[in-house]
T-cell receptor
Framework: GAGVSQSPSNKVTEKGKDVELRCDPISGHTALYWYRQSLGQGLEFLIYFQGNSAPDKSGLPSDRFSAERTGGSVSTLTIQRTQQEDSAVYLC???????????FGQGTRLTVV | TQLLEQSPQFLSIQEGENLTVYCNSSSVFSSLQWYRQEPGEGPVLLVTVVTGGEVKKLKRLTFQFGDARKDSSLHITAAQTGDTGLYLCAEAKRFGAGTRLTVKP
């Protein structure tokens, strides 16, 4: 596709359930980022993948959060045992190289009830 | 960890007015990016500044990078309602909290 694609666009889940969020980056982009944005807030960095290097997981808020990037392309962010405070928009971005212009998807709005 | 501080947090002005928003850091930026985010969308890059003292213009938007590369500003001339949005500064993978601008008709 032409841009970064995220799915689902909206997800409502019950507290305690696991969720998986998907990101399809722009083809050829080696860097991929996940961010979380709470209502009316800025972007909270979660995790960064760059090529075959070990991911920078320094932003993950707890061990309930994990992400993987298969084959250097598609990425999945998994949240286990969701809590109400996990409710937010989860944004994915990719860039041609690390820390150059980042192109964002439209996000997945997660609501934990 | 470098902190990016943006001010003001909120700004509401009338169409036609000028405004300036700021981004400051506790340490030197290697480069700085400004993004704008509209409701329901992801942020979109406006500009990247790299050199201390650099000034870049994008139509009615003027971006300045401080000589010491620890601060930056975004000035909008004759604001329009279409300028409404969240303005974010970023360095590498870290973003500031943003300035939420509302331009009223």
């Amino acid at each position: 596709g032409a841009g970064v694609s995220q799915s689902p666009s909206n997800k409502v889940t019950e507290k305690g359930k696991d969720v998986e969020l998907r990101c399809d980056p722009i083809s050829g982009h080696t860097a991929l980022y996940w961010y979380r944005q709470s209502l009316g807030q800025g972007l909270e960095f979660l995790i960064y993948f760059q090529g075959n290097s070990a991911p920078d997981k320094s932003g993950l808020p707890s061990d309930r959060f994990s992400a993987e990037r298969t084959g250097g392309s598609v990425s999945t962010l998994t949240i286990q045992r969701t809590q109400q405070e996990d409710s937010a928009v989860y944004l994915c971005a990719s860039s041609l190289q690390g820390h150059t212009e980042a192109f964002f998807g439209q996000g997945t709005r997660l609501t934990v009830v | 960890t470098q902190l990016l501080e943006q001010s003001p947090q909120f700004l509401s002005i009338q169409e036609g007015e000028n405004l300036t928003v700021y981004c400051n850091s506790s340490s030197v930026f290697s480069s700085l990016q400004w993004y704008r985010q509209e409701p329901g969308e992801g942020p979109v890059l406006l500009v990247t500044v790299v050199t201390g003292g650099e000034v870049k213009k994008l139509k009615r938007l003027t971006f300045q990078f401080g000589d010491a590369r620890k601060d930056s500003s975004l000035h909008i001339t004759a604001a329009q309602t279409g300028d409404t949005g969240l303005y974010l500064c970023a360095e590498a993978k870290r973003f500031g909290a943003g300035t939420r601008l509302t331009v009223k008709p």
